[in-house]
């Protein structure tokens, strides 16, 4: 489907971007040693529960649009739970990955995004499209 080569891109873009937004915030709390215990944990739980959140948003908003521009309520159900998904892994990778690097004494400021990129965009591609696939039958 035409439709889907260009959706596709849509719901990576979205989940770098949160995940980039995730893992400032991290670096930053990590520069600041603000990482400490109770406060690390509530941390990623708080990211996880806005990337939750935020893809709940998203997924209306783009699901809608993408209904009535292509008059398909089903191809706005499939970006919907796809962007869910990749907003979710967005803000859990966000934070992990700097946490990971650091703790491995690797500075997270240089190489989180690299790490925090690809696995948006590999988890958005495949949530995607294997919803898509699944949801029409094309596997």
Request: no cysteine; net charge positive.
């Amino acid at each position: 489907m035409v439709e889907l080569a260009v959706l596709m891109p849509i719901v990576a873009s979205m989940g770098g971007n949160a995940g980039a937004q995730t893992m400032t915030v991290t670096v930053r709390a990590i520069a600041m040693r603000e990482l400490e215990g109770g406060r690390l944990r509530r941390l990623i739980r708080r990211e996880m529960v806005v990337g939750f959140f935020n893809g709940v948003i998203f997924a209306i908003l783009i699901g809608l649009v993408t209904w009535v521009r292509y008059n398909n309520v089903q191809l706005g159900a499939v970006i919907a739970m796809a962007m869910i998904i990749n907003l979710v892994v967005a803000g859990t990778a966000g934070i992990l990955i700097p946490l990971t690097l650091d703790r491995f004494k690797a500075d997270p400021a240089i190489a989180s995004a690299v790490f925090v990129t690809t696995i948006t965009d590999v988890i958005g591609f495949f949530a995607f499209l294997g919803i898509a696939g699944l949801w029409f039958g094309l596997f």
